[in-house]
């Protein structure tokens, strides 16, 4: 449904905001891209809705190579895709209503029609009671819903949401979830956000990006399954440390040991290891311990999830660019709207 190939990104000349990047979205699948800050999470998604041209590379959309769209048919392109930019904006002076519907006669639905469909609109994002109350009468997670019931109406298989959960509390940001969620079951969807626990359990595919380039793309299950980050093994004991480093030390497949000695007397020691297995190291602590006659008060085994795989992906200086500081005018590639 969506492809890119090769696709980068320049703002100004020299410096790419996305650089390289190939990926395949399947019809109905829950895509969740994932990226600090200033990644180019934001860049991929106005790439995909034609807002932006890429400097190099292809994207092709439901068959349709973006590249050779004919400048007249870029509105009705974008009409096919629901899509909520990082930073919408909703009427101030409109109620909710008058919100949707004036986003659907700019499209020049009828008006009978859209007296139907507003309302449907905004039940489906738990709106409905509200349609009449102005955006300063609603908390940041219903104006987030109002947006996604625009990009809704349009009765789109596919739908965009960049970054929906920023600048929500915590309530409303379970909300969001689990409307997006909703949604997945439906629609094509794709999320982004900075904060990878988000949807991590419920998406199909992560797209993980850092500095502009795509350090993985797999289902979270690969992911966690492939990418390496060492398993832990954490232990506290009355011990000394000194004690502690010598027994840990007659242990193999220790890549890291770190010691701590909070005021409470006691010690803890964190161990990381290079093994699938990380079971064997707490084998080996057990019995290092018990045959040396000291107490283990505490031993857990942390595994690796995710967010420790995207941390370790996005500090490798391999896996992404140095980005030059270049002075100078961006590049002109913006489409403008007709
Ligand atoms: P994200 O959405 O992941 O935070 P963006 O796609 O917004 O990242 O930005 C990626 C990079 O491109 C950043 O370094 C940002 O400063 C730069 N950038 C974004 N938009 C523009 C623009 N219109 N002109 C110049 N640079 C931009
Ligand atoms: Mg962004």
């Known amino acids: 449904m969506i492809e890119l190939t090769e696709v980068t990104k320049e703002y100004?000349?020299?410096?790419?905001?996305?650089?390289g990047i190939n990926l395949k979205i399947k019809q109905g699948e829950f895509v969740f891209i994932v990226g600090d800050s200033g990644s180019g999470k934001s860049t991929l998604i106005r790439l995909i809705m034609k807002e932006l041209e890429p400097t190099s590379g292809t994207i092709i959309v439901n068959g349709q190579n973006l590249g050779k769209l004919r400048h007249r048919k870029i509105p009705m392109y974008r009409r096919g895709i629901g899509v909520?930019?990082?930073?919408?904006?909703l009427l101030k002076d409109r109620n909710i209503y008058e919100n949707?519907?004036?986003a659907q006669r700019v499209v020049e639905t009828p008006t009978r029609i859209i007296k139907k469909k507003v309302p449907a609109a905004l039940s489906l994002?738990?709106?409905a009671q509200k349609y009449k109350s102005f955006p300063k009468e609603l908390s940041g997670g219903e104006q987030q819903r109002v947006a996604i019931a625009r990009a809704l109406y349009k009765n789109a298989s596919l739908i965009i949401l960049d970054e929906p959960t920023v600048g929500l509390d915590p309530i409303q940001i379970i909300e969001i979830r689990d409307l997006i969620k909703e949604l997945g079951q439906t629609h094509t969807v794709i999320f982004s956000s900075h904060i990878l626990s988000e949807v991590q359990t419920i998406c199909d595919q992560i797209i993980m990006i850092a500095k502009?380039?795509?350090?993985?793309?797999?289902?979270?299950e690969n992911l966690e399954q492939h990418l390496l980050t060492p398993n832990e093994v954490i232990l506290t004991t009355d011990a000394?440390?000194?004690?502690v480093q010598t027994l840990l030390e007659g242990i193999s497949n220790i890549t890291e040991l770190s010691l701590e000695e909070p005021d409470s007397g006691l010690v803890t020691a964190r161990i990381k290891t290079d093994l699938s297995d990380v079971y064997q190291i707490s084998r080996a602590v057990f019995s290092a311990f018990a045959a040396s006659g000291?107490?283990?008060l505490e031993l857990a085994v942390k595994k690796a999830n995710l967010e420790d795989i995207f941390l370790e992906?996005?500090?490798?200086d391999a896996a992404a660019p140095e980005l030059p500081v270049v002075e100078g005018e961006p590049v002109e590639s913006e489409v403008p709207e007709e």
């Open 84 to 89: 909520v930019f990082q930073d919408f904006r």
């Open 212 to 220: 502009g380039k795509l350090v993985a793309f797999d289902t979270p």
């Open 313 to 316: 992906l996005a500090d490798n």
């Open 240 to 243: 000394s440390a000194n004690e």
């Open 100 to 102: 949707i519907a004036f």
């Open 125 to 127: 994002v738990g709106l």
């Open 12 to 19: 100004s000349k020299g410096v790419s905001a996305l650089h």
């Open 294 to 296: 000291n107490t283990l």
